[in-house]
Every structure is written in structure tokens, then in C-alpha cells.
């Protein structure tokens, strides 16, 4: 059986070599990229061909791909490459793979037109100015059909590896069997879905109370899946670090149960926690791990491939043996791994890297998507972009004297565009087309000095610098999904702070095309209701389905209350005060142990929290500070034993109130104020506006289904196993409501007051 890769991919693995350069150049956006492309062939004769499918085989292997150009009469193929910088920024890996791939299509298209020569240009366009360069040679074709065979060759020794490799994962998947003896409640149902979903090439929204074991229950049916349909990659996508530490787990556990799991298991952790060097820049000039990198990458890449199981820790290790840069070296590997696990952006992002690998490798990927509640705010997260006047100032004092009028020029537009806003808030309909303009010419100044200065620059104007690429990225695709705002400290001076900022609200835009690229998807959390919610905002297929697993617990495990006599309406805030911490001594009186009490605020977390210690100093508490470092909320768990007793006050939403396990006595209730909704102000208002003009449950989609599932999601940190007690209070007269009822879980038994 012939192994199929593109020319692309085969220069990629045989051609690149030397350091590791990545020095920051913009580069051009895929519209941009495109209209270079067509420019070039307009320039050219009218005979000249463009996007020339072409294919060929070597014992074993078949080669397949696309010239960007080819003139019949010269005959000249040509490879078009755009850019945004200066063409002596284009690092010389780069420039050896280009050389490659033009000399690999000048081949083809000798062998297919019974050429004798060719003549091969790289074309070089840059994107501004519109100034091509190219030095074309001409090539026998013997040399060609020479230069073809080594670079298959090369290639065809891992090709062999990777099917023989590829065919051993799926006998092995096949023969998998679960993880542990029987399913727990709803596992099973959960997992029949999931396959379902998988096999039938479709979407799959899982709502499953937290505790069941969803992540082993969603992974072991897409890897039989994978298995028995031959699909390309799973890709687990998590929000945060502990559900990217459960699959990890659930992984193990599949591969202890498992003799010989053929399965590459990748984890990819941020930039900053694996970078070993993070006071240099990534270039051989600067980094020891980047000079030679792509020399000494194919040893690496085979040791990787032998581990298998290839956590953050192994990838360190064999990047230290082989000296070259862990997180580089976890990136390549994302091309040969067949499980990925790691954060949304690596999928979703606007540079994802995972998708790019899959749309340019046409890859059948399948995706688990972990705590997808989240994904609505991650996604608009991704895709907004703010400039700060202050930091403009900062970076501008930073600067090198031969930028400072380009700044200037930035600051100027600035005013002019926004000097006449009264209000502290406003809403654009466009972003100043001056202000872009003046933007581009910063960042491409930017470009050039960072090119001449291999340390790179001050840390603030280096920021400035990727949130102005940001926002220009953003302002290209600027539509009916974003906002564009500017928000003015004090409109009565002018020199005071003012905030730009390009904002999305609805993630469909983005993430849609995600969705579609993949073979099938499943979502899965605690909290995926109502279903046309997360349909509408995440741009997934019509034909999407919906399942609410059973829950494995029964309701005489949790008590629910709600306090109906209680209202935490902003203006009743401090009201509600002294009913709040009556209840919480109350129950705590009743029975001594560990609980959380989750506040909209710290502010209203604070006054309640002071309250509390006042008339009833007997009661031990400790509270969630802003801004904590890891190793400080992991001691705050770690003060919730099965002997200790306290509340520990926290943010609703925050990072106490997900994500967490306190199983036993570690936990036996929580204390829930206010329903979660986001804070009523101008930007909440618009979105209101705009989910209302677009769905119409504006106020439903901007504040009501956020707030609850946060609710429902701190509260599900109480019961976290079948043998678990507890006790939740819902303090708000709204959750009596029929519409707040609907959306908490069915298997709560809720009664309407304290006892």
C-alpha cells in the first residue's frame, strides 16, 4: 500500500534544516495570502496555468499536490510565498523548504509533460508593497527526478514506520476493553452516545452530572471509534489545567487495562511553562536550543516516537538528551501523535496549531471537547483585541528614537477618531480607517526593528506590539458578531486613559468552520442546557444532538434549598446580608464540616464574609483572595480535610467553583448567592441588544443561561460520588421561579425554604 503525502508535508520532514528562527514577523492573513496569489497570475502571460494538480510515486510512496504556477511555454513552474516584513526576514529554514517544494513540482511537471528542462522560481510577494523577487534557474530534469528520489527516500523509511505503526494502534484499539470492571450510572449511556456520534459522523452535546467518570467515559468510545474507522487524530481539548490532567489519567488507566496500547499520547503545556530559556529569544542567535534545531530534530523525533507516551515530562527529558527546545519539539510531535491533549486555542484559536495541521493534512480528526460550558467565553476571549492608551504611551517611551514618530502617528489618529465621545462608554459602528492605517505602518516599523535586534525588545512595547497584530488581524474580519467600543476614563479630559477594544460576541463566526472541519465532536460538561444556546453561539451543525445523562445519584444524597425570603438584587445586597450568614450559622450549627458559600463578587464576598466573623467569630472561615497563584489555591484546598471545619468563602465562577474535587467530608455543602448573572453594564446591555436582535432571548443569552450554569456548576462540587452527603442553599427568591427550575438538575429534590 502506498503512503500519500503532499509535497508540502514531504519537504517539511526532508528539507528543513539549520536553527530554529522564530524572530516576530505578521504574517499575512489567508485573504491576503490569496490576493497575493491572484495578483501573481494576473502579471503573468495569458497562457499561464494556476493551482497545477499534480501527483507522482516512488516505490512505496505517492506524492501528491498543487504549483501555484506554471507557463507551458517557458516552461517555468513557479512557488509563490507572501509576506508582510522584508524579504531578508524569511529565516533560511524556511527559504530551504520553498526551494524544495518548487524543485519537487518542477519534477512532476517534467515527468507528466516529457520535459527534458525546467526552469524553477520561488516567487517572494510581499503583501504592501506589492514588489515580487524571484531568482529562477533552470533544472534538467535527470536533476530533478534525482533531487525527487532522495527526498522520497528519505522520507519513505518514516512513511513505512508510520503505517506499520498505524496499522498496530488500530488492532489494538479494537482490542481495548474498559477500564475497570463495570460501568458506573450513566458511564454506559454516556459512552454508547459518544461511539454513536463518532461512528455516525456527527455532533454530540453530552449534559452529565460531574462526578460519573465523563472523561474516561468519552475517551474509551472515540478511541474504539478511532480504531475500528481508521480516523487520523483525537484531539482533547480542555479549558483548564485539571481537566487536562483527568484525561491523562483516564489515558493511563486505558493503557494499564490494555497490553501494549499502541497509542501516541501527546500533552502540550503553555509556551511559558515549557520553555527552559525564557529569558532568550527563538532564534539560533539567542537560544542554545534553537541553533541546529532542525539538525538534531530527527533523532529527537524518533526517541519521541519510541516513548509513546509523551507527557510534559517525557518531552523535557528527550528535548535535554538531544538539546533542543521542549516546547518546538512538542509541536513537531503534534504531527505524529495520535491522542492531543491540551487547552481550547490549540484547536479554536485564530493561529490554532492543531487545525491548521488538520486543514493542510486533510486529516479526520474527532474532538473531545472537556468542560464545554466554557467555551462560549473562551472563544470570545480568543477573538477580542484591546489597545490601551496608557500602554501606547509606555510603549512608546520604550521605543527606539527611529519609531517614535509612528507612534506618534497612532496617538494622533487616536484622538482625532475619539476626541468628541462624551460618554464614558460608546459603541462604533466602524473602527477609523486612519487609525488602521497608522497602526500597520507601527507594527510593520515594529517588524524591521525586531529584525535587527535578535534580543528582541522591552517587555511593554513587546506586548503593545502582539496586541496591535491582534487587533489588526481582528478588524479584517470585523462583522455583525463583533462590538467595536472605546471606553473613556473621564470624557471631560482629554488626556485621560481611553480603551479600544474589538470585541466577540458571538463565537459562531469563528468557531463554525472548526466544527465542520472535524469528522465528529463531543461536548460534554455538567451544564450544556438549553441546547439551542450552545447550538446559536458556537456555530455547531443543525443536526447536532442533545443528550442529559442519568445522573449515577440519587436525590436523597443532596438537600436542596432555596430561600425564598432572600432577594440579592443589587440593590437588596445589603439586605440580604444578615438573612445570608443566619443561614449559613444556622446550618453550620446543625452540622459542623466543610462548605463553600460562592458570592457574585469580591466585594459583596467581603462585607458578607466580615458580617459573618462579627457575630459569629466561633465559626472558622477562610476566603478566595484575587489574582492567587497556583501553589496558593492548592493550599487552600488543601485546608479542606475530613477533620477540619470552616466556610470558605469564593467567587462564583471562579476558580473554587469548578474544576474542583472534595469528595467525603472534604465537603458537604455550599452556600450560593445571587443567580450568577453578569454584571448589568453597557457592554452586557449591548450584547443583550444584539443576542436579542440575532435569537430573541436576549436577556436570556446574555445573563440568565450564563449565570445558572455557574450555579449549577459550584454546586456540583458538593456530591462527587455515589456515597457522598450534602447540602446545597440556593439564596435567591428567583430560583423559585419556573424558569430557573428548569435548567438545575432533575435529579434535585428542592424544597422552597430553609429549614
Given at each position: 500500500?502506498?503512503?500519500?503525502?503532499?509535497?508540502?508535508?514531504?519537504?517539511?520532514?526532508?528539507?528543513?534544516?539549520?536553527?530554529?528562527?522564530?524572530?516576530?514577523?505578521?504574517?499575512?492573513?489567508?485573504?491576503?495570502?490569496?490576493?497575493?496569489?491572484?495578483?501573481?497570475?494576473?502579471?503573468?502571460?495569458?497562457?499561464?496555468?494556476?493551482?497545477?494538480?499534480?501527483?507522482?510515486?516512488?516505490?512505496?510512496?505517492?506524492?501528491?499536490?498543487?504549483?501555484?504556477?506554471?507557463?507551458?511555454?517557458?516552461?517555468?513552474?513557479?512557488?509563490?510565498?507572501?509576506?508582510r516584513?522584508?524579504?531578508?526576514?524569511?529565516?533560511?529554514?524556511?527559504?530551504?523548504?520553498?526551494?524544495?517544494?518548487?524543485?519537487?513540482?518542477?519534477?512532476?511537471?517534467?515527468?507528466l509533460?516529457?520535459l527534458?528542462?525546467?526552469?524553477?522560481a520561488?516567487?517572494?510577494?510581499?503583501?504592501?508593497?506589492?514588489?515580487?523577487?524571484?531568482?529562477?534557474?533552470?533544472?534538467?530534469?535527470?536533476?530533478?527526478?534525482?533531487?525527487?528520489?532522495?527526498?522520497?527516500?528519505?522520507?519513505?523509511?518514516?512513511?513505512?514506520?508510520?503505517?506499520?505503526?498505524?496499522?498496530?494502534?488500530?488492532?489494538?484499539?479494537?482490542?481495548?476493553?474498559?477500564?475497570?470492571?463495570?460501568?458506573?450510572?450513566?458511564?454506559?449511556?454516556?459512552?454508547?452516545?459518544?461511539?454513536?456520534?463518532?461512528?455516525?459522523?456527527?455532533?454530540?452535546?453530552a449534559?452529565?452530572?460531574?462526578?460519573?467518570?465523563?472523561?474516561?467515559?468519552?475517551?474509551?468510545?472515540?478511541?474504539?471509534?478511532?480504531?475500528?474507522?481508521?480516523?487520523?487524530?483525537?484531539?482533547?481539548?480542555?479549558?483548564?489545567?485539571?481537566?487536562r490532567?483527568?484525561?491523562?489519567?483516564?489515558?493511563?488507566?486505558?493503557?494499564?487495562?490494555?497490553?501494549?496500547?499502541?497509542?501516541?499520547?501527546?500533552?502540550?503545556?503553555?509556551?511559558?511553562?515549557?520553555?527552559?530559556?525564557?529569558?532568550?529569544?527563538?532564534?539560533?542567535?539567542?537560544?542554545?536550543?534553537?541553533?541546529?534545531?532542525?539538525?538534531?530534530?530527527?533523532?529527537?523525533?524518533?526517541?519521541?516516537?519510541?516513548?509513546?507516551?509523551?507527557?510534559?515530562?517525557?518531552?523535557?527529558?528527550?528535548?535535554?538528551?538531544?538539546?533542543?527546545?521542549?516546547?518546538?519539539?512538542?509541536?513537531?510531535?503534534?504531527?505524529?501523535?495520535?491522542?492531543?491533549?491540551?487547552?481550547?486555542?490549540?484547536?479554536?484559536?485564530?493561529?490554532?496549531?492543531?487545525?491548521a495541521?488538520?486543514?493542510?493534512r486533510?486529516w479526520?480528526?474527532?474532538?473531545?471537547?472537556?468542560?464545554?460550558?466554557?467555551?462560549?467565553?473562551?472563544?470570545?476571549?480568543m477573538?477580542?483585541?484591546?489597545?490601551?492608551?496608557?500602554?501606547?504611551?509606555?510603549?512608546?517611551?520604550?521605543?527606539?528614537?527611529?519609531?517614535?514618530?509612528?507612534?506618534?502617528?497612532?496617538?494622533?489618529?487616536?484622538h482625532?477618531?475619539?476626541?468628541?465621545?462624551?460618554?464614558?462608554?460608546?459603541?462604533?459602528?466602524?473602527?477609523?480607517?486612519?487609525?488602521?492605517?497608522?497602526?500597520?505602518?507601527?507594527?510593520?516599523?515594529?517588524?524591521?526593528?525586531?529584525?535587527?535586534?535578535?534580543?528582541?525588545?522591552?517587555?511593554?512595547?513587546?506586548?503593545?506590539?502582539?496586541?496591535?497584530?491582534?487587533?489588526?488581524?481582528?478588524?479584517?474580519?470585523?462583522?455583525?458578531?463583533?462590538?467595536?467600543?472605546?471606553?473613556?476614563?473621564?470624557?471631560?479630559?482629554?488626556l485621560?486613559?481611553t480603551?479600544?477594544?474589538?470585541?466577540?460576541?458571538?463565537?459562531a463566526?469563528?468557531?463554525?468552520?472548526?466544527?465542520?472541519s472535524?469528522?465528529?465532536?463531543?461536548?460534554?460538561?455538567?451544564?450544556?442546557?438549553?441546547t439551542?444556546?450552545?447550538?446559536?453561539?458556537?456555530?455547531?451543525?443543525?443536526?447536532?444532538?442533545?443528550?442529559?445523562?442519568?445522573?449515577?445519584?440519587?436525590?436523597?444524597?443532596?438537600?436542596?434549598?432555596?430561600?425564598?425570603?432572600?432577594?440579592?438584587?443589587?440593590l437588596?445586597?445589603?439586605?440580604?446580608?444578615?438573612?445570608?450568614?443566619?443561614c449559613?450559622?444556622?446550618?453550620f450549627?446543625a452540622?459542623?464540616?466543610?462548605?463553600?458559600?460562592?458570592?457574585?463578587?469580591?466585594?459583596?464576598?467581603?462585607?458578607?464574609?466580615?458580617?459573618?466573623?462579627?457575630?459569629?467569630?466561633?465559626?472558622?472561615?477562610?476566603?478566595?483572595?484575587?489574582?492567587?497563584?497556583?501553589?496558593?489555591?492548592?493550599?487552600f484546598?488543601?485546608?479542606?480535610?475530613?477533620?477540619?471545619?470552616?466556610?470558605?468563602?469564593?467567587?462564583?465562577g471562579?476558580?473554587?467553583?469548578?474544576?474542583?474535587?472534595?469528595?467525603g467530608?472534604?465537603?458537604?455543602?455550599?452556600?450560593?448567592?445571587?443567580?450568577?448573572?453578569?454584571?448589568?453594564?453597557?457592554i452586557?446591555?449591548?450584547i443583550?441588544?444584539?443576542?436579542?436582535?440575532?435569537?430573541?432571548?436576549?436577556?436570556?443569552?446574555?445573563?440568565?443561561?450564563?449565570?445558572?450554569?455557574k450555579?449549577?456548576?459550584?454546586?456540583?462540587?458538593?456530591?462527587?460520588?455515589?456515597?457522598?452527603?450534602?447540602?446545597?442553599?440556593?439564596?435567591?427568591?428567583?430560583?423559585?421561579?419556573?424558569?430557573?427550575?428548569?435548567?438545575l438538575?432533575s435529579?434535585?429534590?428542592?424544597?422552597?425554604?430553609?429549614?
Open positions: 500500500m502506498n503512503y500519500r503525502v503532499s509535497v508540502r508535508s514531504l519537504v517539511e520532514f526532508t528539507a528543513r534544516r539549520g536553527d530554529l528562527d522564530l524572530r516576530f514577523t505578521p504574517a499575512p492573513t489567508p485573504e491576503e495570502g490569496l490576493l497575493g496569489h491572484q495578483i501573481i497570475a494576473k502579471r503573468r502571460p495569458v497562457h499561464y496555468e494556476s493551482e497545477v494538480l499534480l501527483s507522482g510515486r516512488y516505490p512505496g510512496l505517492e506524492v501528491t499536490g498543487r504549483a501555484d504556477g506554471y507557463d507551458p511555454i517557458a516552461p517555468c513552474v513557479e512557488e509563490v510565498k507572501t509576506f516584513s522584508t524579504l531578508e526576514r524569511i529565516p533560511d529554514n524556511q527559504r530551504h523548504v520553498h526551494l524544495a517544494q518548487a524543485k519537487i513540482y518542477g519534477w512532476l511537471l517534467c515527468q509533460h516529457g527534458s528542462e525546467i526552469t524553477v520561488v516567487v517572494y510577494y510581499h503583501v504592501i508593497t506589492g514588489e515580487e523577487f524571484s531568482e529562477p534557474e533552470t533544472y534538467a530534469a535527470i536533476e530533478l527526478e534525482r533531487f525527487f528520489n532522495q527526498h522520497c527516500e528519505t522520507f519513505l523509511a518514516w512513511a513505512e514506520t508510520e503505517t506499520a505503526h498505524r496499522t498496530r494502534r488500530n488492532v489494538s484499539l479494537q482490542a481495548m476493553t474498559f477500564a475497570h470492571p463495570s460501568y458506573r450510572v450513566g458511564q454506559k449511556s454516556l459512552a454508547n452516545a459518544v461511539y454513536r456520534a463518532a461512528r455516525d459522523e456527527r455532533v454530540l452535546l449534559q452529565a452530572t460531574t462526578g460519573i467518570g465523563k472523561t474516561l467515559a468519552t475517551l474509551f468510545p472515540q478511541l474504539k471509534a478511532m480504531g475500528e474507522y481508521d480516523r487520523d487524530r483525537l484531539f482533547f481539548l480542555t479549558a483548564k489545567t485539571p481537566g490532567q483527568l484525561a491523562l489519567d483516564a489515558l493511563q488507566s486505558l493503557r494499564r487495562n490494555c497490553y501494549d496500547l499502541q497509542l501516541r499520547v501527546l500533552e502540550f503545556v503553555a509556551r511559558d511553562k515549557a520553555c527552559l530559556h525564557k529569558d532568550k529569544v527563538c532564534h539560533g542567535e539567542s537560544c542554545p536550543l534553537a541553533q541546529g534545531f532542525y539538525d538534531r530534530l530527527p533523532a529527537a523525533r524518533e526517541a519521541a516516537v519510541r516513548h509513546r507516551w509523551l507527557d510534559h515530562e517525557q518531552i523535557q527529558r528527550i528535548a535535554q538528551e538531544h538539546s533542543i527546545c521542549p516546547y518546538y519539539l512538542a509541536q513537531e510531535m503534534a504531527k505524529w501523535a495520535d491522542v492531543f491533549v491540551g487547552d481550547y486555542n490549540y484547536y479554536f484559536d485564530m493561529s490554532a496549531l492543531l487545525f495541521l488538520t486543514i493542510l486533510e479526520r480528526v474527532t474532538l473531545l471537547i472537556d468542560e464545554a460550558h466554557n467555551l462560549v467565553d473562551r472563544a470570545r476571549a477573538y477580542t483585541a484591546s489597545l490601551d492608551s496608557t500602554a501606547l504611551e509606555a510603549a512608546q517611551h520604550s521605543a527606539p528614537t527611529k519609531l517614535r514618530r509612528h507612534f506618534q502617528r497612532v496617538a494622533e489618529a487616536w482625532r477618531a475619539f476626541r468628541d465621545q462624551t460618554e464614558s462608554y460608546q459603541r462604533y459602528d466602524l473602527v477609523p480607517d486612519e487609525l488602521l492605517k497608522a497602526l500597520q505602518r507601527l507594527v510593520s516599523e515594529l517588524t524591521d526593528v525586531l529584525s535587527e535586534r535578535p534580543s528582541g525588545l522591552p517587555a511593554e512595547l513587546m506586548r503593545y506590539y502582539f496586541n496591535a497584530l491582534l487587533f489588526l488581524r481582528l478588524s479584517e474580519s470585523f462583522g455583525e458578531h463583533s462590538l467595536f467600543d472605546v471606553v473613556v476614563a473621564d470624557p471631560s479630559n482629554p485621560t486613559p480603551t479600544l477594544t474589538l470585541r466577540n460576541i458571538l463565537p463566526r469563528f468557531l463554525a468552520n472548526r466544527f465542520n472535524a469528522v465528529s465532536a463531543t461536548l460534554f460538561s455538567a451544564t450544556l442546557s438549553p439551542a444556546y450552545f447550538q446559536d453561539l458556537l456555530g455547531l451543525p443543525e443536526n447536532t444532538q442533545a443528550l442529559d445523562v442519568a445522573s449515577p445519584f440519587s436525590h436523597d444524597q443532596l438537600r436542596v434549598h432555596i430561600a425564598q425570603h432572600i432577594s440579592t438584587r443589587y437588596d445586597r445589603l439586605q440580604s446580608i444578615a438573612p445570608i450568614i443566619d449559613m450559622a444556622q446550618q450549627r452540622q459542623p464540616g466543610n462548605y463553600l458559600a460562592f458570592f457574585s463578587s469580591y466585594s459583596y464576598l467581603e462585607t458578607t464574609l466580615a458580617a459573618l466573623q462579627a457575630t459569629h467569630p466561633q465559626i472558622p472561615t477562610l476566603a478566595q483572595q484575587p489574582n492567587m497563584s497556583e501553589a496558593e489555591r492548592l493550599s484546598l488543601e485546608r479542606f480535610r475530613d477533620d477540619s471545619t470552616q466556610i470558605g468563602f469564593c467567587v462564583l471562579g476558580a473554587f467553583a469548578e474544576g474542583i474535587d472534595l469528595p467530608k472534604r465537603l458537604i455543602g455550599a452556600f450560593i448567592t445571587t443567580l450568577g448573572l453578569p454584571a448589568r453594564n453597557d452586557n446591555q449591548e443583550e441588544r444584539r443576542m436579542d436582535a440575532r435569537f430573541g432571548r436576549g436577556f436570556d443569552y446574555a445573563y440568565f443561561y450564563p449565570g445558572l450554569q450555579v449549577v456548576q459550584a454546586a456540583g462540587r458538593v456530591i462527587r460520588t455515589e456515597h457522598d452527603r450534602g447540602v446545597v442553599y440556593l439564596l435567591d427568591e428567583r430560583y423559585a421561579r419556573s424558569q430557573a427550575l428548569a435548567l438538575p435529579w434535585w429534590r428542592i424544597s422552597g425554604g430553609v429549614d
